[in-house]
């Protein structure tokens, strides 16, 4: 029984980590820690055995705990992640891993030195109508995929456990953004397993539409090209209702998602799935975590997917940093540095699954 440790709890862990970790029987949480005792006090019936703690030092002296859950808002990542790792404990941490390329390379020298497990939280590739387009792809079914639309709307932030000015989300230090870290992640990780390919170029614009006074912008919108594909993603914090939508064009087919409805068009005609839950339903999905508890366990015991999501992580914070900068430069589309070999070793590592170059029946 590995025995696990959760940090920060705000809604996330409350709402999503949390159930999700209950009634596993291969790890248990032994401990949580957050700097707000009346957090642990509200949360204690959850966890009646766990000890509680106000500091992670703390807790990492006394409990020893196999593996930290990280569930605080994203400017505390590298910093915790690089605490655990260096006394020797996996690390499993909310999305985005870390807010920029040089803290992408303190997490990534502590875990090589320390040869221990630092995985992130990719849920959104489990939910299952995510899933029915992986395996569409995957088969065949469309051809080549050629073109890619991703959307995300919403009608603003998820609020935090705060008061609404005191919404982390909206800080630019704690957040590392505003709309683009906070939906453009689920869009990088999830459009790189579709396409299974690196991206050559990422360019950005970043607007305030409907927020001018924010620091954060609550509209993004991107361009990646890969060797087969071009991928355009729109998100928005900007819009009058929450939705989801995404269209993949092959060179045999189409596949249309419309947040509860999936449509596939190819040589087969045309067939349409509908499922229970929206994707752009509900914001925690502890139904979804669990299979990235499952990836993080297995990775942890056993090695088999070791290097997988690390790679995925790692390219996500480059994209994100380079979306960045191609704002800064009005939208001008920047090349990703050692893109190939990116490519190369998420292919090694099967994170970039030549999915993208089968053609259908």
């Not at 949580?32 to 009646?48: C, F, G, K, N, Y």
């Not at 990646?224 to 939508?245: E, G, H, K």
């Not at 480059?318 to 960045?324: C, P, R």
């Amino acid at each position: 029984m590995w025995r696990g440790a959760l940090i920060g709890l705000g809604n996330v862990a409350v709402n999503g980590h949390l159930p999700g970790w209950e009634g596993c029987d291969r790890a248990e949480i032994v401990a949580v820690a957050d700097t707000m005792e009346s957090r642990l006090a509200q949360q204690r019936w959850r966890l009646p055995r766990a000890r509680l703690y106000t500091g992670v030092e703390a807790l990492l002296t006394s409990e020893a705990p196999n593996f930290l859950d990280i569930c605080t808002p994203p400017g505390t990542h590298a910093a915790m992640a690089h605490l655990a790792l260096s006394r020797g404990v996996h690390v499993l941490c909310e999305k985005p891993l870390v807010l920029s390329p040089e803290e992408l390379r303190l997490v990534c020298r502590a875990q090589t030195e320390s040869g221990r497990i630092l995985h992130t939280v990719h849920n959104w590739r489990y939910a299952p109508i995510i899933l029915k387009v992986t395996d569409l792809v995957r088969e065949g079914r469309i051809g080549t995929v050629r073109r890619l639309v991703w959307q995300t709307l919403r009608q603003g932030p998820v609020a935090s456990v705060q008061a609404e000015h005191d919404n982390w989300r909206l800080d630019p230090e704690m957040a590392g953004g505003g709309i683009l870290p906070d939906h453009g992640w689920h869009a990088f990780y999830v459009i790189l397993h579709w396409l299974g390919q690196g991206p050559r170029t990422i360019a950005a614009t970043l607007e305030n539409r409907q927020h001018p006074g924010w620091d954060v912008e609550d509209t993004a919108s991107l361009q990646l090209t890969f060797p087969d594909a071009v991928a355009d993603i729109f998100l928005t914090w900007a819009s009058p209702r929450r939705d989801n939508r995404a269209l993949l064009e092959g060179t045999h087919g189409t596949i249309r998602l419309e947040d509860e409805t999936l449509i596939l068009t190819g040589r087969r005609g045309e067939r349409i799935w509908k499922f229970e839950q929206a994707l752009s339903q509900g914001s925690y999905h502890p139904e979804w975590f669990r299979h990235v508890r499952e990836d993080f366990l297995r990775e942890i015991s056993d090695g088999s997917l070791k290097g997988e999501n690390l790679a995925t992580a790692s390219l996500c914070v480059e994209l994100l940093h380079l979306a960045k900068e191609s704002h800064r430069r009005g939208g001008l589309p920047l090349a990703l540095r050692g893109s190939a070999e990116l490519e190369s070793s998420g292919r090694r590592h099967g994170v970039l699954p030549k999915v993208s170059r089968m053609t259908g029946p």
